[in-house]
């Protein structure tokens, strides 16, 4: 199925991408595409493939090795999503798990990180969420209506949340509320106030497992807190950049996936005596979006690079996001040409990528920061 991709040269990153693939490849062929097709029919939680990577230790991809984590960092992460994605799976909540947990690595307490991040790393404890988003704030984190107040040692918390991943399948969960001096995180172990929590699932295009959250003057002690009062938008920022390179690389394994098989299917199907693929009508558009996925791809090991370098990878970090899902798009939307009708079947998993593809194409804000930081363009 990936024999076309032996013709694209070798870049320096496909040793260490070659190794996770090795890793990776026996569990990747148990849970294949009619795996995904099933969940995604089912609206369920992927548990057995999840617990399947955590087992491999993945989920400690982010977390030091004093806390039971690999540290490997965010090129094994962004091969590791990649791959789940080219493979016709949704890394969504692989990516959750070892990304999340980040925060907490950052701008945890030591009592915190004890207590939590080696269940992080084996799996046995689910850090799934952030929740952030409001009902009537939106995109802008930084006008929040939940809130955050002091009483005596205790915080006593009023939120409402919506569009929320996983809520329901997560132990821990960071929220965004206001106190009086500013944004400020609090960490949740859903086990102990899970209770005070309440739940109701949105139903989406695509199976996210999204949530709206309500919670009613929920009493937590300050030990929960991550990070200072009044920086908890600056701390979670500070994951935005890796989080953006892992749904760039989510995207270009979504992209990759159907390449795969549209270049199958055009190399295969026949119609009017001759194999569709000598088509230019099928030719132009794979050739289009193959190229902006390489394109995607080398800049991705660029946004990686700078931040080894240590140096900022805030507008690279955008700009890949933006290309890889809107190459990922363009994919799609080729691959509908290829399949034609047959592409909406979910037995050729082209619909149910095209579905996964819509939750990356909200970018607006993103150029609205590569405005700012690369082009120095005003803003408001
Ligand atoms: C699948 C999925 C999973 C999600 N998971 C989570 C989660 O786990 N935790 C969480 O906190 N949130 C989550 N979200 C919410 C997501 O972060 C929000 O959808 C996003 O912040 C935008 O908020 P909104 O949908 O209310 O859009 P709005 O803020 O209402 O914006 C509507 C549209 O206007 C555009 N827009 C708004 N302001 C501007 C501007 N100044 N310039 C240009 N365009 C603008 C937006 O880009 C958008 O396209 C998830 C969303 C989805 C779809």
Redesign the pocket.
């Known amino acids: 199925m990936q024999s076309w991709g032996s013709m694209v040269p070798k870049r320096p990153l496909d040793s260490a991408a070659d190794e996770v693939r090795a890793a990776l490849g026996p569990a990747l062929q148990r849970f294949g595409p009619d795996y995904w097709r099933e969940q995604d029919a089912a609206k369920t939680f992927p548990t057995e493939f999840f617990d399947t990577i955590g087992q491999a230790g993945y989920f400690g991809t982010f977390i030091p090795e004093a806390y039971g984590g690999l540290d490997a960092g965010a090129r094994v992460a962004a091969v590791l999503v990649e791959e789940i994605n080219r493979a016709g799976g949704d890394a969504a909540s692989v990516n959750a798990q070892m990304a999340i947990c980040r925060t907490l690595v950052l701008h945890g307490t030591e009592e915190q990180k004890k207590q939590y991040l080696p269940g992080v790393a084996s799996g046995d404890i689910r850090f799934l969420?952030?929740?952030?988003?409001e009902p009537d704030s939106?995109?802008?984190m930084a006008e929040l209506a939940s809130t955050a107040r002091r009483d005596g040692d205790d915080w006593v918390i009023n939120a409402s949340?919506v569009?929320?991943?996983f809520a329901e399948h997560t132990r821990l969960m960071i929220l965004l509320a206001r106190a009086d001096e500013g944004t400020t995180l609090f960490l949740l172990d859903l086990d102990q106030v899970g209770g005070q929590v309440e739940m109701h699932p949105i139903d989406?295009v695509?199976h996210?497992m999204?949530s709206s959250l309500f919670i009613d003057d929920l009493r937590v002690p300050d030990s929960t807190r991550i990070g200072p009062v009044g920086e908890g938008l600056a701390c979670l920022m500070k994951g935005f950049v890796i989080r953006r390179v892992l749904a760039a690389s989510e995207a270009i394994g979504n992209a990759r996936f159907l390449l795969d098989r549209s270049i199958e299917y055009a190399k295969t199907r026949k119609t009017f005596d001759q194999l569709i693929g000598v088509n230019q009508g099928i030719q132009y558009p794979l050739v289009q979006a193959y190229s902006k996925v390489e394109a995607a791809d080398l800049m991705r090991w660029d946004v990686l690079d700078i931040v080894d370098r240590g140096e900022d990878g805030v507008p690279r970090s955008a700009m890949v996001k933006v290309l890889a899902s809107e190459a990922a798009w363009e994919t799609s939307r080729a691959a509908l040409t290829t399949f034609g009708g047959w592409g909406l079947a979910s037995e050729y998993h082209v619909e149910r990528k095209l579905r996964e593809g819509t939750?990356y194409v909200?970018n607006?804000?993103l150029m609205?920061l590569i405005a700012d930081r690369a082009l120095g363009l005003p803003k408001k």
């Open positions: 969420t952030v929740a952030a988003t939106g995109a802008n949340k569009l929320i991943s989406l695509a996210r999204t939750v909200f607006n804000l609205n």
